[in-house]
Nanobody, 126 residues
Framework: QVQLVESGGGMVQAGGSLRLSCTTS????????LGWWRQAPGKVREFVAV???????YYEDSVEGRFTISRDPAKNAVHLQMNSLKPEDSAIYYC????????????????????WGQGTQVTVSS
């Protein structure tokens, strides 16, 4: 059974920081891209960041320079360090996996991610 579980969400003031974590189980994700998506009330789920099997990272423009995605193969986990948080960052954050990939590829479409966590709430107050 493949499972992804997010943690680390919470409530912070604007300008603050949070570190989200996603632990995975059920398979080895070395050849998968691992990403973070978010969804605010009344809005569609949007791409936030992804880290590929080759450890390349890509970010949505609005979080570039503020968020950092990383992965820990030993723990089969992916993290999202969020700094300088803004109220518009408030959303449910989901981690997801896409793949496997045995070549250079960067998934960014929602349908390319087959495994999803249940999400963790991030609330940024002004």
């Amino acid at each position: 059974q493949v499972q992804l579980v997010e943690s680390g969400g919470g409530m912070v003031q604007a300008g603050g920081s949070l570190r989200l974590s996603c632990t995975t189980s059920g398979r080895t994700f070395d050849n998968y891209a691992l990403g973070w998506w978010r969804q605010a009330p009344g809005k569609v789920r949007e791409f936030v960041a992804v880290i590929t099997n080759m450890y390349n990272t890509y970010y949505e423009d609005s979080v570039e320079g503020r968020f950092t995605i990383s992965r820990d193969p030993a723990k089969n986990a992916v993290h999202l360090q969020m700094n300088s948080l803004k109220p518009e960052d408030s959303a449910i954050y989901y981690c997801a996996a896409a793949g496997p990939y045995y070549y250079t590829y960067v998934p960014s479409s929602e349908h390319e991610f087959d495994s999803w966590g249940q999400g963790t709430q991030v609330t940024v107050s002004s």
